[in-house]
Nanobody, 123 residues
Framework: QVQLVESGGGLVQPGGSLRLSCVVS????????MGWFRKEREFVAAISWS????YYTDSVKGRFTISRDNAKNTVYLQMNSLKPEDTAVYYC????????????????????WGQGTQVTVSS
């Protein structure tokens, strides 16, 4: 049974930063690409099994960074220069595969979801 548990959400002022974490248990973490989604399953970022390849949706490029630590079974989303429109529930997701010819394909290739963590950007 795979479990994904997100943490790190909260209330932050515009321009602030947060780092989300997602710990995965069950299965071999390093075998799978991982992603972060928000709102109504909007695709935010993805990372291949090794961390060598990443993808970001245009609205977060240059502000968000996805990374992973395979030794800790954890994927991260560092969010800087946060804006009110970034307010959402953020979900961690595990893909069916470790790598994709195009990480955008992860959007329709999700095997497991976390329960979500709320991020609120407001003054």
């Amino acid at each position: 049974q795979v479990q994904l548990v997100e943490s790190g959400g909260g209330l932050v002022q515009p321009g602030g930063s947060l780092r989300l974490s997602c710990v995965v248990s069950g299965g071999t973490f390093s075998n799978y690409a991982m992603g972060w989604f928000r709102k109504e399953r909007e695709f935010v970022a993805a990372i291949s099994w090794s961390g060598a390849n990443t993808y970001y949706t245009d609205s977060v490029k240059g502000r968000f960074t996805i990374s992973r630590d395979n030794a800790k079974n954890t994927v991260y989303l560092q969010m800087n220069s946060l804006k009110p429109e970034d307010t959402a529930v953020y979900y961690c997701a595990r893909g069916f595969y470790g790598s994709y010819s195009d990480l955008r394909l992860l959007r329709t290739s999700i095997g497991s979801w976390g329960q979500g963590t709320q991020v609120t950007v407001s003054s």
